[in-house]
């Protein structure tokens, strides 16, 4: 079944559309190998002369970054052939069987969060029980569905490379912070003790060396609010060696505003995007994520219809005009989380991609397509998900701190596929020889 699904689900390739159908199914089939994709006699050619340091790694994914598991004892469901009942825990996220038309709806409603108004946070809902198994293992943080198709491919190309060529060991000196990628970071209290736990206890573990972090995407905002807010900084010079960061939405995202009206498809070509909807606005990640008006001015229109324009200035108008006003109760509650950009206080090392056609503005031609319809897309440079100007948001700390800041950008280099490209390999494995 899980094979003959996998031509839909696009969400981790980049240039699809110059391929036929045909084209990417077969693809999409294929497993990820290393040694074809990487020219480690080249990159090893640059450090022959250098001394390897194993400094021991940590791992944290972004949105969608990590597997989740679920078990159900429900008492009711979208169609009748949605499970209700489960005695173990399955595989939720990512499950490419539930990626095909209808039974998504039962995804749906085992993923999408409730609001609890007394606490101002999100739970799951009634009869849901969704854990994060393998913390401070990678074998959900590698793949994001079972099968290991490198179409699920994610942390997997960096420690395939680390334990191939590098003679690391999986659980001992490249290890993972997985976590429930739905929640902002104020509900993530628990998971950021565990994290001190686990940096700590892999410091101890490889003879008192310290931690280098590798984080992606929305990781970086969640990376950056626990070093400011969890540990002190004598704790930081102790304990971490540097923190990489990749692809990252220092700002947040212009494509989060579609997610919030309209929802968004993530390019699998057989969902319809008000289908994911509900899910995607109940996550309170997805308001963290939005434009801050840091990066954004109320000059910069993010969603045009006939009647109003909307910018990081009117949002309380924009959740009230798609019928959602709890969307703009997370985002006041997210957005003072990492505005203000406090510098890491680490040495930091920032790569992301550039030159690829990134949503920045979205059109409603018709009022009433505003918002259940999708909306004319206007683009700008990017990563294909989170705009430059807000991938730049590191720079605002050069001059600020007394820890190095270095960058590299990767033209051409999609969000997600930056995870696998050689640059930002080579550049790790460099970091352990210098």
């Known amino acids: 079944m899980k094979a003959k699904i996998l031509f839909v689900f696009l969400f981790y390739i980049c240039q699809v559309d110059s391929r036929t ?15 074809k994709e990487i ?6 050619s640059k450090v022959k002369d250098k001394n390897l340091t194993k400094y021991p790694i940590v791992l944290i994914p972004g949105y969608g970054g990590n597997q989740l598991h679920a078990r159900l004892n429900k008492t009711s469901a979208p169609h009748y052939f949605c499970q209700l009942k489960t005695s173990d825990f399955f595989e939720l996220w990512l499950n490419l069987q539930e990626i095909t038309p209808y039974v998504i709806d039962c995804f749906i409603d085992n993923i999408r969060l409730e609001w609890i108004e007394r606490t101002k946070t999100s739970t799951n809902r009634e009869g849901v029980e969704i854990k994060v198994n393998d913390f401070g293992g990678t074998s959900t943080v590698e793949y994001l569905d079972d099968s290991k198709y490198s179409v699920t491919i994610y942390f997997g190309a960096i420690v395939d490379a680390l334990v191939k060529k590098l003679n690391y060991t999986r659980g001992l000196n490249v290890r ?20 001190t736990k686990l940096v700590e206890e892999t410091y101890e573990m490889n003879n008192n060396t310290r931690v280098m972090l590798v984080a992606h995407s929305m990781g970086n905002p969640v990376t950056l609010y626990w070093l400011n807010n969890f540990v002190t900084q004598a704790w930081k010079n102790k304990y971490i060696q540097n923190f990489v960061s990749l692809s990252a939405p220092w700002g947040g995202a212009s494509k989060t505003m579609r997610l919030m009206a309209s929802g968004d498809n993530i390019d699998i070509i057989v969902v319809k995007p008000l289908s994911v909807r509900a899910y ?6 997805t308001a963290f994520l939005m434009p801050s008006n840091k990066f954004w001015s109320d000059e910069d229109i993010l969603v045009s219809t006939p009647n109003k324009n909307y910018t990081v200035n009117n949002y309380e108008e924009f959740f009230t005009d798609i019928g959602y006003p709890l969307g703009y109760e997370m985002r006041k509650i997210t957005e003072k989380l990492v505005y203000y950009l406090e510098p890491p206080q680490v040495e930091s090392h920032f790569l992301y991609g550039v030159g690829l056609k990134t949503p920045e503005s ?29 991938l730049l948001g590191y720079q605002r700390w050069i ?3 007394k820890f190095g800041i270095y960058y590299q950008e990767v033209p051409g280099a999609e969000h997600v596929a930056t995870l696998k490209h050689p640059t930002v390999i080579e550049y790790i494995i460099q970091l352990l020889y210098n």
């Open 21 to 35: 159908y045909q084209d990417r199914a077969q693809l999409y089939q294929q497993l990820y190998n290393i040694e």
């Open 39 to 44: 020219d480690f006699g080249k990159i090893f």
């Open 176 to 195: 993972a912070a997985p976590y429930d990628w739905r929640k902002s970071p104020n509900e993530l209290n628990h998971y950021f003790i565990d994290l």
């Open 280 to 285: 995607q606005r109940s996550a309170p990640s």
């Open 362 to 390: 979205f059109t409603y031609l018709k009022q009433k397509d505003f918002p259940d319809s999708q909306p004319s897309v206007t683009y700008g440079d990017g990563d294909g998900t989170v705009n430059l100007k807000s």
């Open 399 to 401: 001059g600020q701190t």
